[in-house]
């Protein structure tokens, strides 16, 4: 794999790929101490990059079917004088079976690749327990954040970050050439005290996601038990009428607008947030609170979630003339037009209302799909940064926008409707307006030129109340970062 195939490192670490010390050593023979799947996947990929491979098992002969041809599989100690790299990727647990080649191992470099099973599961990392074992070695951590397919596959079909820490630098860089020449990006993080990071970096599930999943779940839940009363308890109560068959779709598909119209307004209300912020204090160098900026850096994770919440609501949508019960229903209708002898229901104001709500909706789906999509780091890497913006910015909040104009069709005059008011409830879609109205409002206010002025200046370095020194020819004078010395 060229090098300009190569994708640039996501983490905020120094990468080692530009590094002229790392130039790749080809036809380096690397030793693998180990016969599990990921020995195997390693030994084929170093294989595939053109190193001389040399595999140490306890039962060479039983496991040395499982191994390419081109990889010589030896007992243990064998594959050790062989080679001056190795990798371990046996357990933690079996660390101890290799004391017995200490001598061996005298003065060659280990890369242990091995993972934990629980988050901080020991007091010291992996690495740092094989280097107590065997302090006459060099150990490097890394490889252990790619997985066996993505090994098989080459970096194609995977992260192509690998993550090296060691307190040896040499040893790094030598560990660095292998990950280079094998397709992938070595990502220096520095000394082995940041080996327990990496090890946990693969045992976390989706940590960036956990915040906006329980938000989600926890705007459906209230959501849904709101429907629920209002759909399902109030007819039962008042008109004794079981209507429970209602829950698994019409009750949820009522729900699910409401959580991805408010999940979408909770992307855009932080910026507001801030930027109401910057304005009182003047400054864009004041620290937000902990809870804003951890707001502020999960609103894509919010925005998807929102994407998911309302094609899930388009799809019950569409079913929902396929239930049984919605068969019933017109039948019943119909039975019941006829003995009233109506021949004509045709309403123009619901017809019109069906058709603009139905083609809004469609249009605010496809924006949320738009955002969707570029929110993806293929499809965002390839926009310059005012591409993106407008997409995620103006098109996002127009896609607010139309969302609250779907909303205000849906209910169109029936907030005046006092049988919408169960158990004097208002209507589900009213309390969903909050929010979004809140936002689009804030947006037309800092829209106006004299807050937006303000605020631009501000972003720029503007600060309230900071005295800056103009020297003039012939004069020195002092005003204040205001307006005067903006109009100086």
């Given at each position: 794999?060229?090098?300009?195939?190569?994708?640039?490192?996501?983490?905020?670490?120094?990468?080692?790929?530009?590094?002229?010390?790392?130039?790749?050593?080809?036809?380096?023979?690397?030793?693998?101490?180990?016969?599990?799947?990921?020995?195997?996947?390693?030994?084929?990929?170093?294989?595939?990059?053109?190193?001389?491979?040399?595999?140490?098992?306890?039962?060479?002969?039983?496991?040395?079917?499982?191994?390419?041809?081109?990889?010589?599989?030896?007992?243990?100690?064998?594959?050790?004088?062989?080679?001056?790299?190795?990798?371990?990727?046996?357990?933690?647990?079996?660390?101890?079976?290799?004391?017995?080649?200490?001598?061996?191992?005298?003065?060659?470099?280990?890369?242990?690749?091995?993972?934990?099973?629980?988050?901080?599961?020991?007091?010291?990392?992996?690495?740092?327990?094989?280097?107590?074992?065997?302090?006459?070695?060099?150990?490097?951590?890394?490889?252990?954040?790619?997985?066996?397919?993505?090994?098989?596959?080459?970096?194609?079909?995977?992260?192509?970050?690998?993550?090296?820490?060691?307190?040896?630098?040499?040893?790094?860089?030598?560990?660095?050439?292998?990950?280079?020449?094998?397709?992938?990006t070595p990502v220096d993080m520095g000394c082995m005290s940041s080996a327990c990071e990496i090890e946990n970096i693969p045992l976390r599930l989706l940590p960036a996601w956990k915040i906006p999943i329980l938000l989600s779940l926890g705007l459906f839940l209230c959501f849904?038990?709101?429907?629920?009363?209002?759909?399902?308890?109030?007819?039962?109560?008042?008109?004794?009428?079981?209507?429970?068959?209602?829950?698994?779709?019409?009750?949820?598909?009522?729900?699910?607008?409401?959580?991805?119209?408010?999940?979408?307004?909770?992307?855009?209300?932080?910026?507001?947030?801030?930027?109401?912020?910057?304005?009182?204090?003047?400054?864009?160098?004041?620290?937000?609170?902990?809870?804003?900026?951890?707001?502020?850096?999960?609103?894509?994770?919010?925005?998807?979630?929102?994407?998911?919440?309302?094609?899930?609501?388009?799809?019950?949508?569409?079913?929902?003339?396929?239930?049984?019960?919605?068969?019933?229903?017109?039948?019943?209708?119909?039975?019941?037009?006829?003995?009233?002898?109506?021949?004509?229901?045709?309403?123009?104001?619901?017809?019109?209302?069906?058709?603009?709500?139905?083609?809004?909706?469609?249009?605010?789906?496809?924006?949320?799909?738009?955002?969707?999509?570029?929110?993806?780091?293929?499809?965002?890497?390839?926009?310059?940064?005012?591409?993106?913006?407008?997409?995620?910015?103006?098109?996002?909040?127009?896609?607010?926008?139309?969302?609250?104009?779907?909303?205000?069709?849906?209910?169109?005059?029936?907030a005046f409707d006092e049988n919408q008011y169960k158990f004097y409830l208002p209507p589900t879609y009213t309390l969903t307006l909050l929010v979004p109205c809140t936002v689009i409002i804030a947006k037309v206010i800092f829209s106006l030129p004299c807050i937006q002025h303000?605020?631009?200046?501000?972003?720029?370095?503007?600060?309230?109340?900071?005295?800056?020194?103009?020297?003039?020819?012939?004069?020195?004078?002092?005003?204040?970062?205001?307006?005067?010395?903006?109009?100086?």
């Open positions: 794999m060229s090098r300009g195939d190569m994708a640039k490192p996501l983490l905020g670490h120094r990468s080692m790929e530009g590094d002229p010390s790392t130039t790749p050593a080809a036809g380096r023979t690397i030793g693998v101490l180990g016969s599990g799947d990921f020995a195997r996947s390693l030994a084929i990929r170093l294989v595939c990059s053109g190193f001389k491979v040399v595999v140490g098992s306890r039962n060479p002969k039983r496991k040395a079917s499982l191994f390419p041809s081109a990889a010589e599989v030896t007992f243990q100690a064998e594959a050790v004088k062989k080679t001056d790299v190795i990798f371990v990727a046996v357990f933690r647990e079996h660390y101890s079976t290799l004391c017995d080649l200490a001598d061996v191992l005298a003065g060659k470099i280990l890369v242990d690749v091995s993972n934990n099973t629980e988050i901080n599961y020991h007091k010291e990392s992996n690495a740092e327990y094989l280097a107590s074992l065997f302090p006459a070695c060099t150990v490097v951590k890394g490889f252990n954040v790619l997985s066996a397919w993505t090994l098989q596959s080459g970096a194609r079909d995977g992260n192509k970050q690998v993550l090296l820490c060691s307190n040896n630098q040499e040893a790094k860089r030598t560990v660095a050439e292998i990950a280079q020449v094998m397709g992938f849904f038990t709101y429907n629920l009363i209002r759909q399902v308890i109030h007819p039962y109560i008042r008109e004794q009428k079981n209507k429970l068959y209602k829950i698994p779709i019409e009750v949820v598909n009522t729900t699910l607008p409401c959580v991805a119209y408010v999940m979408l307004s909770l992307v855009y209300l932080p910026g507001v947030v801030a930027a109401c912020s910057q304005l009182y204090y003047g400054t864009k160098y004041r620290r937000f609170p902990d809870w804003l900026d951890q707001w502020l850096q999960h609103r894509k994770q919010i925005g998807l979630l929102s994407f998911f919440c309302a094609a899930l609501h388009a799809v019950y949508s569409f079913c929902l003339p396929m239930r049984r019960s919605h068969r019933y229903q017109l039948i019943e209708m119909a039975v019941k037009q006829a003995v009233e002898k109506k021949m004509n229901i045709w309403v123009e104001e619901e017809v019109w209302r069906m058709e603009i709500y139905i083609s809004v909706g469609i249009i605010a789906l496809g924006l949320l799909s738009l955002l969707a999509i570029t929110s993806l780091p293929s499809i965002a890497n390839s926009l310059n940064w005012r591409e993106f913006s407008f997409i995620q910015s103006t098109l996002g909040f127009i896609a607010l926008v139309i969302s609250t104009l779907h909303t205000l069709t849906y209910g169109w005059s029936r303000r605020l631009l200046r501000i972003r720029r370095g503007w600060e309230k109340g900071r005295y800056v020194k103009f020297v003039l020819p012939g004069a020195t004078g002092e005003f204040s970062s205001g307006e005067t010395s903006s109009n100086v």
